[in-house]
């Protein structure tokens, strides 16, 4: 067995516990990610790369082992002066900071003159419900490795 990590492309629909639908595979084509890379929640990755191709199963995740418990301390009310806008509203996303690697932060509340806005994962505190099926499972390229995610079918990633 060779020590370079596996891409794994499943398809799935995501439930709460409730059954009410949160996401789904888009258009029909699974969802690719790199072994050991973190592009997925942890409570996943530890079941799909247990599973072989064509394997189906239903994953149950807890919070902490998919976006982690909820962290009030990641809830602010800022004035709205502070935004980039003053014309925001409920839903409306920022990031906290210049880069990209900042986390976005939702607008969870507006009144005249203050903002709340919550940095925590939208489905933070969630135990969530993944109906999976491995589609193909292949050694990662050397691209995929030196880049630290899988390139799923047809992508003409470039960095």
Excluded: C, W
Aim: charged share 25%; net charge negative.
């Amino acid at each position: 067995m060779s020590n370079k990590a596996r891409v794994i492309e499943f398809h799935y629909v995501l439930h709460d516990t409730k059954g009410s639908l949160i996401d789904q595979s888009d258009d029909g084509e699974p969802l690719a990610f790199l072994e050991g890379a973190g592009q997925i929640i942890p409570g996943l990755e530890s079941v799909l790369l247990t599973m072989a191709k064509g394997d189906k199963r239903e994953v149950h995740v807890k919070a902490e082992d998919a976006y982690g418990d909820r962290d009030e301390s990641l809830v602010a009310n800022v004035p709205v002066t502070q935004l980039p806008t003053q014309e925001v509203k409920v839903g409306d996303m920022f990031r906290s900071g210049p880069n990209q690697e900042d986390p976005i932060m939702v607008v969870t509340s507006v009144t005249a003159t203050h903002v709340t806005l919550d940095a925590n994962h939208p489905l933070a505190g969630q135990d969530l419900v993944f109906k999976v099926e491995i589609h193909e499972i292949r050694p990662a390229t050397d691209d995929e490795m030196a880049h630290g995610h899988a390139h799923g079918p047809g992508d003409d990633h470039h960095h």
